[in-house]
Antibody, heavy 129, light 108 residues
Framework: QVQMQESGPGLVKPSGTLSLTCAVS?????????WSWVRQSPGKGLEWIGG???????NYNPSLQGRVTISVDKSNNQFSLKVTSVTVADTAIYYC??????????????????????WGPGTTVTVSS | EIVMTQSPATLSVSPGERATLSCRAS??????LAWYQQRPGQAPRVLMF???IRAPGVPDRFSGSGSGTEFTLTINSLQSEDFAIYYC???????????FGPGTKVEI
């Protein structure tokens, strides 16, 4: 069973950098899954931030591109998020998640479908002076 | 950019009844759609992969359908633990670009 746990400062000053880490157990950070970050502003819905695959191929929400970097630490089996130039709008619960797949075979053709099948409990980050 | 919409925003249902939730994509996403349930104070939990494949451990009162741009999540015989917010989520390309819908709150 995959377990994930976010960690990092709960308070960040405006214009500063938000840095979080997600420790993964029960799976290798080098496996063929897409390790993701998702956030949820108070009382709002889910917003995908970005993710990384095979420790190198990353993709980010276009609305956050330029401020976000996701990286992998293979030696500690964890991945990290950095968001620069934060404002109060970045105040949210931050979740790390594993975008894994299920296989469906139809007429000998294999289809892989993806969903976030493991989540950390989330960590609250407040941007305030 | 693919935009996801969900309707209704809030669905009021009595225990034991059926809930039907809709999700629409702004362009064809085939079956690249997942559904999630989020209870208050908890992380989301995946319910469906590929629009209609139940995730392990999900009760069979949950079913999903659709492909292309129109998708439905049906919850039969609602139980008390089913009152929550439900999100659809699409992905395209690889590495993927992911988008969540705004959510549907299922309330008593």
């Amino acid at each position: 069973q995959v377990q994930m746990q976010e960690s990092g400062p709960g308070l960040v000053k405006p214009s500063g950098t938000l840095s979080l880490t997600c420790a993964v157990s029960g799976d290798s950070i080098s496996s063929s899954v897409f390790w993701s970050w998702v956030r949820q502003s108070p009382g709002k819905g889910l917003e995908w931030i970005g993710g990384i695959y095979h420790s190198a191929s990353a993709n980010y929400n276009p609305s956050l591109q330029g401020r976000v970097t996701i990286s992998v630490d293979k030696s500690n089996n964890q991945f990290s998020l950095k968001v620069t130039s934060v404002t109060v709008a970045d105040t949210a619960i931050y979740y790390c998640a594993r975008l894994g797949s299920v296989l469906e075979e139809v007429d000998s053709t294999k289809f892989y479908y993806y969903g976030m099948n493991a989540w950390g409990p989330g960590t609250t980050v407040t941007v305030s002076s | 950019e693919i935009v996801m919409t969900q309707s209704p925003a809030t669905l009021s249902v009595s225990p034991g009844e059926r809930a039907t939730l809709s999700c629409r994509a702004s362009q064809n996403i085939n079956r690249n759609l997942a559904w999630y349930q989020q209870r208050p104070g908890q992380a989301p939990r995946v319910l469906m992969f590929g629009a209609s494949i139940r995730a392990p451990g999900v009760p069979d009162r949950f079913s999903g359908s659709g492909s292309g741009t129109e998708f439905t999540l049906t919850i039969n015989s609602l139980q008390s633990e089913d009152f929550a917010i439900y999100y659809c989520q699409q992905y395209i390309n690889w590495p993927p670009l992911v988008t969540f819908g705004p959510g549907t709150k299922v309330e008593i």
